[in-house]
């Protein structure tokens, strides 16, 4: 499966942005789907993620209660609201696909697809 990954840019510390995974090749309802993300000069952090039928959630810490995961199986698509956005949000946005039966992880290494990143930049 390939996935395109969408929607980042430059945003004001309180604002919102929508970022969208777009999968082609498969359909999506076989993948548990999360978003992840890379500030500069860190690693990779899990930010959430989303069973194959859309009916559990899983969040970080640090976005829960302001991003919201959800999909649209009709549509091949994740999405990832991002609300009341910090500079510490400011990173490179990765959708990733785990092909699963049942459930999602937190674990970037489960995972099976990834897509090319989207950058997301909070100024301070």
């Known amino acids: 499966v390939q996935l395109q990954a969408c929607g980042g840019g430059l945003v004001q510390a309180g604002g919102s942005l929508r970022l969208s995974c777009a999968a082609s090749?498969?359909?999506?309802?076989?993948?548990?789907m999360a978003w992840f993300r890379q500030a500069p000069g860190k690693e990779r952090e899990f930010v959430a993620a989303?069973?194959?039928?859309?009916?559990?959630?899983y969040y970080a810490d640090s976005v829960k209660g302001r991003f919201t995961i959800s999909r649209d199986n009709a549509k091949n698509t994740v999405y990832l609201q991002m609300n009341t956005l910090k500079t510490e949000d400011t990173a490179v946005y990765y959708c990733?696909?785990?092909?699963?039966?049942?459930?999602?992880?937190?674990?970037?290494?489960?995972?099976?697809?990834w897509g090319q990143g989207t950058l997301v930049t909070v100024p301070a």
């Open positions: 990733a696909a785990d092909y699963v039966i049942a459930g999602f992880t937190a674990a970037g290494s489960q995972y099976d697809y």
């Open positions: 090749g498969r359909t999506l309802g076989s993948y548990a």
């Open positions: 989303i069973n194959r039928s859309g009916s559990s959630t």
